[in-house]
Nanobody, 127 residues
């Protein structure tokens, strides 16, 4: 599975940005898709994930720091996952990575739960 993240940029605090991650090379609907972020000197941290298909239902989980501001979604026809980021704060500044994995349970929240990673896209939020 190859992942290509895009949509990062420089924005002001309080504004919105949407990240996209296009997947290819696998059966997209079989994978949980996650977003993580990383700042210099820190470990990559969980942001959000959306599960693989369980019948017709998908489930989304979020880090407490972004809950209520960020929304993850997926379009299986376009094999793309999105991260809509609203009310951005300077502390959201990071390189954002998308990831894919045939994972479940608590492994959704950890980098080791995902087998494939995109190249990262930089989000900078100015105050």
């Amino acid at each position: 599975v190859q992942l290509q993240a895009s949509g990062g940029g420089l924005v002001q605090s309080g504004t919105s940005l949407r990240l996209s991650c296009a997947a290819s090379g696998g059966t997209f609907s079989f994978y949980a898709m996650g977003w993580f972020r990383q700042t210099p000197g820190k470990e990559r941290e969980f942001v959000a994930t959306i599960t693989w298909s369980r019948g017709s239902a998908y489930y989304a989980y979020y880090a407490d720091s972004v809950k209520g501001r960020f929304t993850i979604s997926r379009d299986n026809a376009k094999t793309t996952v999105y991260l809509q980021m609203n009310s951005l704060k300077p502390e959201d500044t990071a390189v954002y990575y998308c990831a894919a994995g045939q994972t479940n349970g608590r492994s959704y929240y950890y980098t080791w739960g995902y087998s494939y990673w995109g190249q990262g896209t930089l989000v900078t939020v100015s105050s």
